[in-house]
């Protein structure tokens, strides 16, 4: 069905590269190895606090959702997670390499959806993958069969032709996520993917996401202000005015506010402060 | 990292840039209309008024279209330098830049990558008008096409790399147009591109001094020289000089720990 998106499991054998020993073994142990690591991050604009010693990690298999009001610092970390700009205090590791340390080489296993829309309008759904694909230095062959697959999964083969100018939003997306796991990355982050969709696209976007991350042991970063994408399962960071006011397991999170819900403990959490406050 | 992606991804860079380079006709167009215009009509009137005694590197006396033909495959580069630096604000506004920047590849190769496609784009131009330019009765020596060459890549990548700095201070692409005709028509004209120097210094002693500070001089020379299998090694060391500090600029802007757009967005916030 054309709004829905095929499956939730990636056909393995000629999607995925060869899995590291890590990923081959039972998870269970070892998936509490962050593929994540944010130590300590503090973050100015001018005189502004952006983000005020933030810390936390993300896990391999497990969707991790940063929630927060807009203004309270999610677009800021995900900049400096992606070395758009870089953290002047505190340490970034991805699959435990630092990124001061390692500079861009340590975005290697690094796929980023972001907030913005990124894919280059005037050039085809095709052409975008391939010139994402040639950046990561994948062969063209092999950046062809992934593509194919990945835009299967996302119902949205049939469209690898068109220009992207001429897609809808919810389409644009899915290309967008086509073109964040297309090299099969081990950290996934999205900044607020599902921003102006429909509630079905929204849905099984973020169904599909949570199965990539179980099937294929992807850790995810997804930040949100939408309660309803985030799993009970998922592990939760609430940030408001640049810090961490909470963090475990939705369910728990829940449970320790005493709420009856995600919604009504995010009130609790940030203590009433509104977008304008935070943006204030 | 394997050399293979650096190869990859500098392929990917010129391709996309050629895709999108073809897929704006208009783009291609507006870049040949414009020197044909000076050469067709601008250069034809001053033909008659205006002959130009023997100077290095012509060995007779040459016709004016002759004459202007470096400056306007040089007036070609700058032009595509600053479409360049526009396309970049246009990615940078459109989101597309932070796919590039976010790749793992060290920043100063991903400019580079993306400087180099903007020349192969401005060499196609060129050829282009060049061959226009034969039909209208400007012939070169035969060999002249090949070894302009490499002058052309420099050439391109200095007016490439000054695009660059240029985007990298530019917040909106509003006011893209405004930063372009005060960087491109003031090197055009105030530059041995439509007159020689010595004439330029009997006509007025101070535009001879600006124009033997503008880099487009050197440039323009750097090709007509290459145009007739010489090297003219002052202009080659100024075209280099300023194609290095200009993309040490460049990079340091687009450096994330401590260039402009760090800055930009401090500014945004505050």
């Not at chain 1, 996302?154 to 032709?161: D, F, H, S, V």
């Not at chain 1, 994408?229 to 006011?245: A, F, K, S």
């Not at chain 1, 939705?250 to 009504?264: M, Y």
């Amino acid at each position: 069905m054309e709004g829905q998106i095929r499956g939730y499991l990636w056909p393995k054998k000629a999607w995925l590269p060869r899995k590291t020993a890590m990923q081959k073994e039972a998870p269970k142990g070892l998936a509490r190895t962050p593929v994540l690591t944010v130590k300590n991050i503090s973050y100015y604009y001018g005189s502004k606090l952006a983000l005020d010693d933030v810390s936390f990690e993300v896990f391999p298999g497990k969707v991790t959702a940063l929630l927060g009001p807009n203004g309270a610092g999610k677009t800021t970390l995900f900049s400096l997670i992606t070395r758009l700009f870089d953290a002047p205090t505190g340490r970034i590791e991805i699959v435990g390499r630092s990124a001061a340390e390692w500079g861009s080489r340590a975005l290697e296993p690094l796929g980023v959806v972001f907030q913005q829309p990124t894919l280059d309008l005037d050039l085809t759904v095709k052409q975008n993958l391939r010139y994402f694909a040639a950046l990561r230095g994948l062969k063209r062959n092999d950046a062809d069969e992934r593509m194919a697959r990945a835009l299967d999964a996302l119902a949205m083969k049939e469209r690898i032709g068109e220009r992207v100018r001429d897609l809808n939003g919810g389409h644009r997306r899915r290309v967008e996520i086509a073109r964040g796991i297309l090299h099969s990355p081990k950290l996934l982050l999205l900044d607020e993917p599902t921003i102006g969709l429909d509630v079905p696209t929204r849905t099984a976007i973020v169904k599909h996401i949570h199965a990539l991350a179980r099937a294929d042991h992807i850790g995810v970063l997804w930040a949100t202000h939408l309660f309803d994408e985030v799993e009970p399962d998922d592990d939760l960071l609430v940030l408001t005015r640049g810090r961490i006011v909470a963090r475990g397991t939705t369910k728990d999170v829940v449970a320790e506010t005493g709420a009856g819900d995600l919604g009504g403990a995010f009130r609790l959490l940030i203590g009433g402060d509104t977008e304008e406050d935070i943006a204030a | 990292m394997k050399p293979m992606h650096y190869v990859r991804a500098f392929n990917g860079i010129v391709w996309r840039e050629l895709l999108r380079f073809l897929q704006q006709r208009e783009r291609f167009f507006a870049a040949l209309v414009r020197p044909l215009i000076w050469l067709i009509i601008f250069a034809a009137g001053f033909r008659a008024a205006l002959g130009i005694s023997i100077i290095p590197p012509y060995q007779t006396y040459i016709t004016y279209d002759v004459y202007i033909t470096p400056g306007l495959l040089g007036m070609i580069q700058l032009f595509n330098g600053m479409q360049t630096s526009l396309s970049m604000v246009y990615d940078r506004e459109m989101g597309s830049m932070r796919v590039l920047l976010t790749t793992p590849l060290p920043r100063w190769f991903l400019l580079v990558s993306r400087l180099f496609a903007g020349v192969v784009v401005s060499l196609f131009q060129v050829y282009v008008f060049l061959l226009v330019a034969y039909f209208c009765g400007v012939e070169l020596p035969p060999w002249g096409y090949l070894t302009a060459l490499p002058a052309l890549i420099l050439t391109g990548m200095m007016f490439g790399a000054l695009g660059m700095l240029v985007s990298s201070t530019i917040k909106q692409l509003e006011n893209f147009a405004g930063i372009m005709n005060f960087v491109i028509f003031p090197m055009f004209f105030a530059s041995s591109a439509l007159y020689p120097l010595w004439k330029m210094r009997e006509g007025s002693l101070w535009l001879y001094y600006i124009c033997i500070y503008n880099p487009f001089t050197y440039a323009v020379e750097l090709i007509r020289f290459a145009l007739y299998l010489e090297v003219n090694w002052e202009a080659l060391a100024v075209v280099t000089g300023c194609l290095l500090v200009f993309l040490g600029l460049s990079v340091w802007a687009y450096d994330p720990s401590f260039g402009i757009q760090q800055r930009k967005a401090a500014a945004a916030a505050a």
